[in-house]
């Protein structure tokens, strides 16, 4: 089965005092364009009381005398780019936070920054052979001796550029890199039909059921811990703003993203050795409808809302991301009464109830772990028309939902891939 892949690789560019000068252009034109499109949703906004998007502003724009320094197309993404910026902060102010403010004017004390420049189809030309490429400028910046960029570009040995679908000039602090997007087909082997349902919650940060009847938890202890320290060094700050604050949250942002991605390669790897074919990700809302607890309160500085929002929409990015490379499909699904309803018998009772993170059905008499429980529930959603497999005779004490197994995050031990955290099986498993 052949699978489509985008993956960016960063490239140097070898001849950077050549190019200097006239990538600097480029940069310093996508900051003039994004601040007079800022202006312009500015004047828009104060007189309509709307945020324009970005189709109409590029329509409005489009005869700019700025909008012709880039190739269109790149014009076109700035404008994009701030649109998206736009729609990102109205999008935390509607979930509560205060402090989100709009994208700002690209400025500092008179002098442009260097903005990203991107290149689509028209925007650049790719030669394989000598390992350059040719970027596009506007009509405004051509001159008459050389009216495109070439590029003499240098990645890992490893690399190998091909299929490009898009260019990024970008200015690391110090020179001009091109981030490289190209589209690669991959063989897949065919995923199996066995299926899977995740629930992500906070004391158990995802609990697994596969539809081979195993079961898996995932605790959320480590998560937990850096987001209670790192909230702590914070606040220790004199201002949100200082360099000390600014590191932390690098700090901060760096472990959590380590531990999504050593969370989703962990699953994407054990769903490998299960044929599984499918993946059920129970959505967002039942997220905050469950885990209103004083645990839940205590997570992070920016408030709940913000990390499950962030949490969910990472951890499914990369699940989804990782999961693709090797055939297998990510579904969300709602999350509605999955929590409630007995995995065993397929009811759902009011008498039924969860104590110490055990779901205790009063019909069936089945205990089980509350996590996996609705894991399991999340799972039949994906076919909703399967019957509910009932299971009257089995012994449910030791069956597999009673005991799931733990995969408990430890910092001390090294994955190799990157010398940092890693999740391994826990021997004995203290909670059920
Ligand atoms: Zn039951």
Redesign the pocket.
Known sequence: MAIQVTRTYVASIRNQQQVKGDLDSLGFAASKLWNIARWTIERIWSETGTIPEDGPLKAYLKNHERYADLNSQSSQRVIEELAEAFRGWYAKRRNGDDRANPPKYRKHNGDHPRSTVTFKEDGFKHDSHNNWIRLSKGRNLKNHWSDFILCDIETRPDVVVENVRQVRAVWNGDEWELHIVCKHEIEAESPGDETVGIDLGISNFAAIAYSTGDHELYPGNALKTDERYFAKEIAKCNSSRSNKALRLRRKRSERRSHYMHAVTRHIVTECVERDVGTVAVGDLEGIREDDETVEAQNWGDRGNEGLHRWAFDRFTNLLTYKAKAEGITVVTVSERDTSKT?S????K?KA?RVERGLYV??????VMNADSNGAENIRRRLDQAEKVTLNPSADRSSGRVARPVVNLFRRGERDPSCGQGMFAEQASICKP
């Open positions: 007995c065993w018998c397929g009811q009772r039924n059905c009063r019909g069936c008499d089945a």
